[in-house]
């Protein structure tokens, strides 16, 4: 890597377990990088952190309305930008899910432009490493094994996205998804723009731009593609200081140009810490693969305990049962047994209306009641949403890589 100190990435996770996936991004690309909850201070870096060069702050804004985004994202966007990073990365799930009114992508887009005044904003959401593609304009996703029973489904055909129970996907067209959360002009660089010369990309860009496209859309289908955006992105990064909107696909991207570059080294192998004898599973996703994994580690031996929502996030009954769940947990520890607490189980389980936020607290207030009462120094959290809220209460500073485990969840060191 050159010998420079500089921050040359930073970037905000609209969730926790997005903001993770473009950690290892970094990570893996031979870029050193950390995870905050807080906007960092350049001191805070300087003397705890010397050889960080990308900072992301871990997020909640995929479960905002616009209004909370903007109380919320100037301020954060603001300290970001005094880094003096050349790119700030708004990180987006790579299935692009939001709407006009939850987690709206288009808000964020707005709220960019002012603070960072950006010469443009690339969007990059393709991530062929994750099977997500974009090819037009529109959004695709693979489902299933990559043992010859995958398919690839347009995003508004996705059997789980389509039916989102908060932010379903109705359009593939990205641009048009957009246009109905922002009036912010969006253009697109599509395929056989991408098979020009560098050259004459940028010259197309330019001309986008000053017919009033304030963002770019870019497509992406494989690798050399992605590589191809992330030279694109360098050279744009030396007109001026950029705010990208999308998936780890940025990281991906910008880490393969600045390998090619020289401006950074391939990495050495990461190795994994040892095994432990326990964990704890905090799970809060509805989501039909968390379920699945609730069942696995079930018949794997591990203790499971259903909370009771309701309960939790009632002002009169939730310390009880706070103290009922920690407790109990505790009395399995001490068995031997890893342990799992979820609050639902799949997109069917009979879970009550409750308030996310207060339930997602009160499952951190659990989960650190248990690690303070207890040895163990593993933990697992399921669920986008819950994650940023238990990692909250847990008096986590910042994260690093640890090692890789599955694509954009790895094994994170707290710090």
């Given at each position: 890597m050159t010998n420079d100190h500089a921050i040359k990435l930073s970037f905000y996770g609209d969730d926790f377990t997005g903001s993770t996936d473009a950690l290892e991004a970094l990570t893996l690309g031979g870029?050193?990088?950390?995870?905050?909850?807080?906007?960092?201070?350049?001191?805070?870096?300087?003397?705890?952190?010397p050889q960080v060069r990308a900072v992301g702050v871990a997020g909640t804004s995929r479960a905002m309305t616009p209004t909370q985004m903007d109380e919320t994202l100037p301020a954060v966007f603001t300290a970001l930008r005094d880094l003096d990073a050349p790119l700030c990365h708004y990180k987006v799930c790579s299935t692009f899910d939001s709407s006009p009114t939850i987690g709206s992508i288009g808000r964020a887009l707005e709220i960019g432009l002012r603070v960072f005044a950006p010469r443009v904003v690339p969007i990059v959401v393709g991530t062929p490493m994750l099977r997500r593609f974009v090819a037009?304009?529109?959004?695709?996703?693979?489902?299933?094994?990559?043992d010859g029973s995958a398919t690839t489904y347009?995003?508004?055909?996705?059997?789980?996205?389509?039916?989102?129970?908060?932010?379903?996907?109705?359009?593939?067209?990205?641009?048009?998804?957009l246009a109905q959360q922002t009036n912010t002009s969006i253009g697109l660089i599509d395929l056989l723009d991408l098979t020009q010369p560098d050259d004459e990309i940028d010259t197309t860009i330019a001309r986008r731009v000053r017919a009033g496209q304030r963002a770019l859309l870019f497509d992406t289908i494989d690798h050399q593609h992605l590589h191809k955006v992330g030279r694109l992105l360098q050279r744009q990064m030396t007109v001026g200081p950029l705010f990208a909107i999308g998936s780890?696909?940025?990281?991906?991207?910008?880490?393969?140009?600045?390998?090619?570059?020289?401006m950074i080294d391939k990495p050495a192998p990461l190795s994994p810490p040892p095994p432990v004898d326990q964990i704890v599973v905090m799970a809060g996703s509805a989501s039909a693969a968390t379920a699945e994994q609730i069942d696995w580690a079930e018949r794997q031996g591990f203790a499971t305990i259903c909370l009771d929502a309701a309960a939790l996030t009632d002002a009169t009954t939730g310390p009880a049962a706070e103290e009922r769940y920690c407790q109990e947990a505790l009395q399995q520890l001490a068995q031997g047994q890893s342990v799992q607490l979820y609050s639902t189980r799949g997109p069917l389980s009979p879970l009550e209306r409750t308030d996310g936020e207060?339930?997602?607290?009160?499952?951190?207030?659990?989960?650190?009641?248990?690690?303070?009462?207890?040895?163990?120094?593993?933990i697992c959290v399921a669920g986008g949403d819950t994650c940023g809220r238990v990692v909250q209460?847990?008096?986590?500073?910042?994260?690093?890589?640890?090692?890789p485990l599955a694509p954009g969840a790895p094994l994170c060191r707290a710090h």
């Open positions: 870029m050193p990088a950390a995870l905050f909850t807080q906007p960092p201070t350049p001191e805070q870096l300087a003397h705890e952190f037009f304009g529109n959004l695709f996703a693979t489902v299933g094994a990559a347009r995003i508004d055909r996705h059997p789980m996205m389509a039916h989102h129970p908060v932010t379903p996907m109705h359009e593939s067209d990205l641009r048009r998804h780890s696909g940025v990281e991906s991207a910008l880490t393969a140009a600045w390998q090619t570059s020289g207060a339930l997602g607290k009160a499952q951190g207030r659990v989960l650190h009641r248990i690690l303070d009462a207890s040895k163990v120094r593993r209460q847990l008096e986590i500073t910042a994260m690093t890589v640890a090692a």
